[in-house]
């Protein structure tokens, strides 16, 4: 009796480690067989092996920190997943849930659903935004700095732009509302939180490959550790320590802690793939007006046909450019002045590529380029002037050609210097200008920015033949700002947009920039790179450590045990320096 109760005592603590192979090493192994079966190989198939050895072996407790590892290995990721995107999660705990929506003399505290777009909203001191808009009275700054970059405060006055999600410093402002709160920056950072949560970034898949040659390996540095010393436990010391995590955990941190960092200086990632493809592309296409230029033109003549008035032109035209977004809208409605006094447009309509038109006053009234209304044989665009640098636009009313608008644009200051650096730097190969404009324009511009491969008045259809068949030799990056470049945006290997003009183009596009700037671009690139630098560290950095690791453990020089401790030693390592990702460098941008 006395035997027995004796040999019961000793199997006593190894209950726990019973526990813990059944519990958690048996589905974990069961699943793994199941991938095998698929013939899906990866790293984690190793330690489907270890925990099945430590049973046949009796080795329990190193199996037991097997499963154990693997088990703080999720644990692991997942905190190291908050840690990257906590810039996301910080944004996301400060958006507001209310409003103060004044409507005369009364202020009501109103869901932020329920602000609409040109409501007056009252922002008190030191509150967060709630929604992007303009001030229409007040003097004050805002700190922008979580949504721009910028470490510091912006001075907002009467005309400023405000953007969600900025701090309001000690004085009131009171806003005009330009977007709903569904459509402001925040609420699309926010949405790229949930995004990049809920996606598997590629280069995780990556990982899996790289692990479908590491296992192999492992496996024919195992069994002759055996063979040549006839020990077992040195086979299980092997696969123990080249069970490897770094793979599975280290990449995907590195993915979403870029993304945070993305979102930090303003830039959208809506696919991460766009993140780790931008280093491949060789092509860089970009749109002219609102991409290289400020996309603010001005207009500068106006030449009237024979038959109509100067002021009943404009009057016409600007009725009908208040339901525009193009940059050459703005630029009539400044030329115009005062426009509460315009006549109501009716019918109005832009068809990509096609200009606007619409009904001001029972007259029919069309908007488009030259090229078009030579192509419709329109009456009397023969009469209008053909020579002149600028853009233009041909006035068609009643189907007959009654003016020519001549506008300018600026090229950014960046744009030179951002167009230079991209071969040397990015190693891109091709760089052009694909416009709707005029070719006299468009190499005008070229010129100013060094471009010299240029496609000039090319239609949505035409952009989007010619971005196929340009990516089909080589991965393309494509850089538009307006409904246009939907297309386009989406053929190319990486469509970024700039700015937010409009809602199809940045739902096409894989990055949106929300500052219409090219040093934000730049800086796209340099994440990227670093990125996958990062990423490649941590994961070949891992395997290479988990390879001197199983030549100690086949020389006999580590238990399995404590090669269970090393692997977890090298798989913390790996993932701390992944988390480098998400921090600023340094330096970001060569601009």
Known sequence: MALRAAAVDSRIPLIPLYLVLALGGLPLTLALVRRAARRQFGSDLLAGI?????????????????????????????YALRTASSVLEALARRMPSIGHRRTGADLVDVPLEDIDVGDTIVVHPHEVCPVDGEVIEGHGTMDEAYLTGEPFEITKT????????????????????????????????????????????????????????????????????????????????????????????????????????????????????????????????????????????????????????????????????????????????????DVRTLPEAIEVSEPPGAGLRGIVGGRRIAITNRARAVEQQVEGVERLPSDGGGLECAVLID?????????????????????????????????????????????????????????????????????????????????????????????ATVGVAIGQNSDVTTEAAGVVIMEPSLRRVDEFMHISRRMRVIALQSAMGGMAASLAGMAFASAGWLTPVEGAIAQELIDVAAVVNALRAALRPARMHDL
């Open 158 to 337: 009467r005309g400023s732009k405000v953007i969600s999600g900025g701090i309001n410093g000690d004085a009131v402002l009171v806003i005009r509302t330009t977007a709903r709160a569904v459509d402001s920056r925040y609420a699309r950072i926010t949405e790229v939180m949930r995004e990049s949560a809920a996606s598997r970034p590629r280069l995780r898949r990556l990982g899996d490959q790289l692990g479908a040659v590491y296992t192999p390996l492992a496996l024919a540095v195992a069994p002759p550790a055996w063979i040549v010393t006839g020990s077992p436990t040195r086979f299980f010391a092997v696969l123990v320590i080249a069970t490897h995590c770094p793979l599975l955990i280290a990449i995907p941190v590195a993915v979403i802690g870029s993304i945070s960092l993305c979102a930090r200086q303003a830039i959208i990632v809506r696919s991460s793939l766009a993140l780790e493809q931008i280093t491949r592309c060789r092509t860089a296409i970009f749109d002219k007006t609102g991409t290289l230029t400020y996309g603010a033109p001005s207009l500068t003549d106006v030449f009237v046909a024979p038959g109509f008035s100067n002021g009943e032109v404009m009057t016409l035209v600007a009725s009908l450019e208040r339901y525009s977004r193009h940059p050459l809208a703005r630029a009539v409605l400044e030329a115009h002045g």
């Open 399 to 491: 189907g007959r050609a009654a003016a020519l608008l001549r506008f300018r644009d600026a090229p950014r200051q960046e744009s030179r210097p951002f167009v230079e650096h991209l071969r040397p730097t990015h190693h891109f190969e091709r760089v052009m200008i694909v416009s709707g404009d005029r070719a006299s324009e468009v190499r005008y511009l070229a010129d100013q920015v060094g471009v010299h491969e240029i496609h000039a008045q090319q239609t949505p259809e035409q952009k989007l033949a010619l971005v196929r068949s340009e990516t089909a030799r080589a991965p393309t990056l494509y850089v538009g700002d307006g409904i246009n470049d939907a297309p386009a945006m989406m053929a």
């Open 50 to 78: 270890s925990i099945a050895t430590s049973v046949i072996l009796g080795e329990y407790l190193a199996g037991s920190i097997v499963v154990l590892m693997l088990a703080g290995g999720e644990a692991l990721e997942s």
